[in-house]
């Protein structure tokens, strides 16, 4: 058997798992994300009278990923059935604590961001043993422990400030480099692997169905003890590129994407119900709701209306959701 011949049944078993597993859960994400798009390039085009330039796409994605890291946590969550709302909290603790200690080289800037990433995890990590554990409601539990992350945060670093190493900088989010675009890939074939590892598996059998899950052995407390460690490493995640966007930290940093990234989980079409999505609709969320700020700058939108038109967006896309999910379970029925 030849090379060539060998290869194609590969591509093929792969084509097959992104289109069971992927696809299906895409396509509002996608829809709005090429709505935004448009968008993007009418008001830019109209305003600046060129299209976009590369540093500008690279500069959009830079600021993008942040929210494309928690929204990615967050989807991980939701497709247990739970919801985290500390994750402003939690990135807020590392925005503070990697701006606070990020001036002092390059081995002490990569130690602390490397120690933040820890410290995350083992945050998010507190949040699924009171969860899974105490058996307490997700939205309580992360509403409470959403106030002593972002307690801690003041306390690190009382007042906006701190810096980041330029050589940092241009490794993480460089405009003249597409190290977004490199970062951004890494994700995806970082949720691409884990959908397909046991650990992966376990969390949409969770979802699913949680009690048929443990009545099959699998261990439904530690799964959701992993889930939220996870989301906690991606807060983590957002934080440093947060940092290293802005070059300075802010206490309060986390507090928009509390919102902001249940929003791109709704756009990005995965049930709050759980068991059912694809992190890969939630990043496309997270890019279109990034998007829609760049769209609101550049129609000469006064910015004390942007929340609102940002809240328009979102009940619109939740609207195009439950639209989506209708016409689906019609389709079940009629076949």
Not at 200 to 223: L, N
């Amino acid at each position: 058997m030849t090379g060539t011949e060998t290869s194609a049944p590969v591509r093929l078993r792969w084509w097959r798992v992104l289109r069971r597993h992927t696809l299906p859960h895409l396509s509002l994400g996608y829809a709005v994300l090429a709505a935004t798009f448009v968008a993007y390039l009418v008001v830019y085009t109209g305003r600046l009278q060129h299209l976009p330039t590369p540093f500008d796409y690279l500069s959009l994605l830079n600021t993008s990923l942040p929210l494309i890291f928690v929204a990615i946590g967050q989807s991980l969550v939701v497709l247990t059935g739970g919801i985290d709302l500390s994750v402003g909290g939690i990135v807020s603790l590392g925005v503070a604590i990697v701006a606070a200690t990020s001036g002092a080289g390059v081995a002490a800037t990569l130690g602390w961001m490397v120690t933040v990433l820890i410290i995350c995890a083992a945050c998010g990590a507190v949040n699924g043993i009171i969860i899974a554990k105490g058996r307490i409601a997700p939205i309580l539990a992360t509403l409470a422990t959403l106030s002593v992350y972002g307690g801690l945060a003041l306390k690190v670093l009382p007042v906006p400030g701190g810096s980041v190493d330029p050589q940092v900088r241009a490794v993480l989010t460089n405009p003249d480099l597409p190290t977004g675009a490199i970062w951004l890939g890494l994700a995806v074939v970082g949720w691409l692997v884990l959908r397909r590892t046991r650990f992966g598996m376990r969390v949409f059998a969770v979802g699913s169905d949680e009690a048929s899950a443990r009545a099959v052995g699998i261990p439904a407390v530690w799964v959701k003890v992993g889930v939220y460690a996870l989301a906690g490493l991606c807060c983590g995640l957002a934080a440093v590129f947060y940092v290293s966007t802005t070059t300075s930290g802010d206490p309060n940093a986390g507090d928009p994407y509390i919102l902001a990234s249940i929003a791109a989980v709704v756009v990005g079409g995965i049930a709050f119900t759980g068991g059912r999505g694809s992190a890969l609709g939630a990043i496309a969320g997270a890019l279109a709701l990034s998007l829609v700020i760049d769209v609101l700058f550049f129609a000469g939108i006064d910015p004390l209306y942007q929340s609102l038109f940002q809240g328009l967006f979102l009940v619109v896309a939740v609207l195009l959701g439950g639209g989506v999910a209708v016409i689906r379970r019609l389709r079940k029925g009629v076949s």
